[in-house]
């Protein structure tokens, strides 16, 4: 069953784009720290990266950046995770994911599994390529595939429930 979604694309002279951004990047603190209470819940589980994926498919492009380039920066100075070291492969891989949510909404126009699909599987393998140019190392390049395949089915899977409810609760639907 396909759903069918109110998408919102938000400009940044919207205030309901900060807002939306804040929450975003407000669940992007707080998963991860949920996920690093399990031993190497953060490479597992990925948590820097759901709210990511929800914020720019259902509310588009500037809010799905604000949230990518935000979380990460926060999350860093906050906590001190993740580290400064790994700070550009996990920035880049968040705006790649950004742009890839937003535009497989865009492009299907509703809540779509293969959209999320698609968007979650862009983000990991371009990010890799990066962060292998970053890194020069291909092992280290692939940890997030090698021992983070649960975290992305998360959010394949919990990204699309998520979303799916989003644009079936009333209260999220304009």
């Known amino acids: ?35 690093h209470l399990i031993p190497n819940g953060g490479f597992i589980l990925l948590p820097i990266y759901f709210f990511t994926l929800i914020a720019a498919y259902k509310y588009g492009f500037f809010v799905g950046m604000l949230t990518a380039i935000l979380s990460p920066l926060i999350n860093s100075l906050l906590f001190g995770m993740p580290p400064v070291a790994v700070l550009p492969g996990i920035m880049i891989k968040s705006v790649v994911l950004a742009i890839a949510a937003s535009l497989a909404a865009k492009h299907f126009g509703k809540v779509s599994l293969i959209g999320v699909i698609l968007a979650v599987l862009a983000y990991q393998f371009i990010g890799t390529a990066f962060e292998w140019i970053l890194t020069q190392n291909l092992f280290i390049a692939l940890q ?18 998520v979303l799916k409810f989003l644009s079936q609760s009333p209260k999220f639907k304009s």
């Open 1 to 35: 069953m396909i759903t069918t979604a109110k998408l919102n694309y938000l400009s940044l002279s919207n205030s309901k784009t900060y807002l939306l951004a804040s929450l975003f990047v407000l669940g992007n603190l707080i998963f991860p720290q949920l996920a």
């Open 144 to 161: 997030d595939i090698r021992i983070g395949a649960p975290g992305i089915l998360l959010q394949i899977v919990g990204g699309y429930f």
